[in-house]
């Protein structure tokens, strides 16, 4: 069996409470999402010992890390952790940075060393230079590898992405894709960054008001038609992973294989086989019940069956739908138009998507 990270933890604060049980693959990327005060960073710290729930349950492959007579402190969890700040050690080069945990690691416990981690996360420049002589990217790529230098049984990401600008979050993603393929160290690692999510996930774990909403692989997991709440207006919608079956250099399209069916994105760089993995918006999915007559503009039109019809709110004036086109999808709509419809579970639909918000290259690297 896989080694899992399971997590029954339980913490009744004045104003919020985390009520908490999960069964994670002790393996890849688990990305935590959620607004706001969901509960991400109480979980991490939960995880890590910097706080122990009153009431709580955590075994890491077949290390019981905290149950009822037993709290393993941080320092003997091997967990390493990045932050939102690299909180690296302003009077320390490269190099001793890097070191400061290794050294502070028992030598039979280091299964990880300098020069591996230095190649992996290309910081062999950076070694004899300080870390006000850095960019924001740099830096973080350097505490990636000092917590990697502890030889983490887990490593736990903060949001290690927020304070960084569009072009160094573009330079340091390709690094964590390597972490765990390379290494072999699960992480999880907490973002509000749907564009994140869509590069690093392997499992998705959604929070709300400290409770797990929804646990499992991107594409069954985000397109619920629960999950408004938790995701917010801006995120809600379809991830589907799909494979590039060619190229229209003509009119600048990639043509995608979507569970037998095709789907057009704007033009990828990348070769015919790979994996890509999309984001579509709910509210760039309109339906119809019969096929378009005639010539459309919408050059993506899934068939799908209404699987789950949301919530009607009296006084609300759309609902989510999610449809099975073999992978869920969801879409939002009027009430008027589910009315005109008269969708039911179960009927078939034709699903006209009119975007892909996101689109990335999802294979290892």
């Known amino acids: 069996m896989t080694d899992l ?86 009077h320390l080069n490269i190099q001793a940075n890097l070191l400061y945990g290794y050294q502070r690691t028992q030598p039979a416990d280091r299964n990880l060393h300098l020069d591996e981690v230095v190649q992996v996360l290309g910081l062999a420049p950076l070694l004899k230079r300080y870390p006000d002589k850095l960019s924001g990217g740099e830096r973080q790529r350097v505490a990636i590898g000092r917590a990697l230098l502890t030889s983490p049984k887990l490593l736990l990401m903060d949001e290690p992405l927020a304070s960084l600008d569009i072009q160094r979050k573009a330079e340091i993603i390709p690094f964590i894709k390597k972490i765990e393929d390379e290494f072999k160290t699960p992480i999880i690692y907490v973002t509000h960054s749907m564009n994140e999510v869509l590069q690093l996930v392997d499992t998705m774990v959604i929070l709300n008001s400290g409770k797990v909403v929804n646990c499992g692989p991107v594409e069954e997991v985000f397109s619920d038609v629960r999950l408004r709440d938790a995701v917010g207006d801006e995120q809600l919608g379809a991830v589907l992973e799909a494979v590039v079956s060619g190229h229209d250099e003509e009119f600048g399209l990639t043509r995608l294989d979507f569970m037998g069916q095709t789907l057009n994105v704007p033009q990828q760089n990348i070769s015919v086989g790979q994996r890509l993995r999309v984001h579509i918006h709910s509210k760039d999915v309109s339906l119809s019940t019969a096929p378009p007559e005639g010539t459309t503009s919408v050059l993506n039109i899934l068939r799908a069956k209404v699987a789950k019809i949301g919530t009607l709110e009296p006084k609300g004036y759309s609902v989510d739908i999610e449809l099975d086109a073999g992978r869920p999808i969801l879409s939002t709509i009027t009430r008027k138009s589910l009315s005109n419809l008269n969708l039911k579970p179960g009927q078939p639909v034709f699903a006209h998507i009119k975007a892909m918000k996101m689109v990335h290259e999802i294979d290892k690297i």
Do not use: H
């Open 5 to 90: 990270l399971s997590a029954k933890l339980k913490i009744d604060y004045p104003e919020f409470n985390l009520d908490i049980d999960l069964n994670l693959p002790a393996k890849g990327v688990t990305v935590v999402f959620g607004p706001s005060g969901s509960g991400k960073t109480t979980l991490l710290r939960c995880l890590s010992g910097l706080e122990r729930a009153p009431t709580g349950y955590l075994k890491l492959a077949d290390q019981v890390w905290q149950d009822e007579e037993t709290f393993i402190p941080i320092d003997k969890r091997k967990v390493g952790m990045v932050f939102q700040e690299s909180r690296l050690f302003p």
